[in-house]
């Protein structure tokens, strides 16, 4: 922890923030810190992947393997990756807690060194204070503080939207991002790659080259659907039958747990899913402390999104955002259309959506600004 607190205080110095701004950066730490000890004691009490991905039974197949021989996607990645600490050095499931929490934080350390740099700008400065804020919204946390996939996924985001923001200096972060999405969960960074190559062609260094990089990118990601479509028609069939077919899969599967918070996405129509990704659990669906935060969480981006509406209908469409802005976006829908069609579990969802909702959270208090500034110059 103290190694942390000093390297807060080097990186900091070392990108010129203010006294002000370091003292966030602490505040930051400590309320990560203290989230994840919360997912700590919500995973002893209720259990869950985090501790499976930590304490490999001793009698698993896992643990015969040699170290690289668990070099792999998705879980397999987790266990490759936590094996050193947990099963060779002995670490207990709270010491893998810091780990991660750690980890993580450096993409907060990540994030407001974007929102600094895209929001020094404006000259109101409660402004650039209140956007920090948004860094605060206790979903995110709770879900990357802890020992899981989260944690690696926001990390690798982060990596890609700096890389895309102060491209090309930090181009390595785009690549190395991508590559620890893929590792973590292949479906998600694949997602990243395709936002990736619709955004960053537009990059005011890249647009001399537009002719040659347009059709690159889009050869490269009608490539990733070709893959997708080819290995999955390996195994089912070429045919489109197989997409529809392993979608009811996985809804009857997450169903056949018969969780609390399980809802009939398959029955609903397309607003009534998005706005089960996007808002729900509602705070009225709340059954008990868990489903309560969510609800009260959701019920902020309800009144978020109505701002970010009502100030997109005034400025009427005319929206100038960061490009690394437009990445997340870009991402975040896609992912919430896929997990429209693919998951039927409010819980799942909060922690599927964690990732990337405070980015919407931020565009939303762009258009707001920009709304504001321009009420004010009339």
């Known amino acids: 922890m103290m190694v942390t607190c000093y390297g807060i205080k080097i990186w900091a110095h070392s990108q010129g923030f203010s006294s002000n701004q370091t003292a966030w950066l602490f505040g930051l730490w400590i309320y990560h810190l203290l989230i994840g000890l919360v997912f700590y004691r919500y995973i002893l009490a209720n259990g869950g992947d985090s501790y499976r991905y930590w ?8 643990t015969s393997k040699g ?7 998705g879980t397999n990645f987790m266990y490759w990756f936590n094996y050193p600490f947990s099963q060779m050095a002995g670490l207990g499931y709270l010491s893998g807690t810091f780990l991660y929490a750690s980890l993580s934080y450096f993409g907060f350390l990540l994030a407001f060194q974007l929102l600094n740099a895209s929001s020094n700008k404006f000259r109101d400065k409660v402004f650039s204070q209140v956007i920090a804020l948004i860094l605060f919204f206790p979903n995110v946390h709770f879900w990357t503080a802890g020992i899981g996939k989260e944690a690696f996924l926001w990390l690798g985001l982060l990596m890609v939207l700096a890389g895309i923001h102060f ?6 972060l785009i690549i ?19 936002s990736v190559l619709m955004v960053l062609p537009f990059h005011k260094t890249l647009l001399p080259y537009r002719k040659k990089i347009f059709p690159l990118a889009i050869f490269m990601i009608l490539s990733i659907f070709a893959y997708r479509y080819i290995k999955g028609s390996l195994i089912y069939g070429f045919n489109l039958k197989w997409i529809g077919d392993i979608l009811d899969w996985q809804n009857q599967f997450l169903a056949s747990f018969g969780g609390k918070s399980s809802v009939d996405m398959q029955g609903y ?14 705070i009225w669906e709340a059954s008990h402390f868990w489903s309560m935060a969510a609800g009260v969480e959701n019920t902020f981006l309800v009144v978020i999104f109505c701002f970010a509406v009502y100030s997109l209908f005034y400025l009427k469409g005319r929206i100038k955002l960061p490009l690394y802005l437009w990445t997340a976006l870009i991402y975040g829908m896609l992912l919430s259309v896929l997990y ?10 909060m922690r599927m959506k ?17 709304l504001a500034n321009k009420r004010a110059k009339v």
């Open 55 to 62: 304490a490999i039974d001793s009698g698993s197949p896992v």
């Open 67 to 73: 170290w690289w021989d668990l070099i792999g996607t």
């Open 167 to 172: 491209f090309s200096d930090k181009f390595l």
């Open 176 to 194: 190395a991002g991508l590559l620890l999405s893929l590792m973590v969960r292949p479906i998600q960074g694949l997602v990243l790659t395709i």
């Open 269 to 282: 129509n397309w607003i009534e899913k998005l706005v089960t990704v996007f808002f729900r659990p509602f």
């Open 340 to 349: 429209s069609i693919t998951l039927n579990n409010l819980g799942i969802i």
């Open 354 to 370: 964690s990732i990337y909702f405070p980015f919407f959270i931020i565009i939303a208090f762009h258009l707001y600004y920009k």
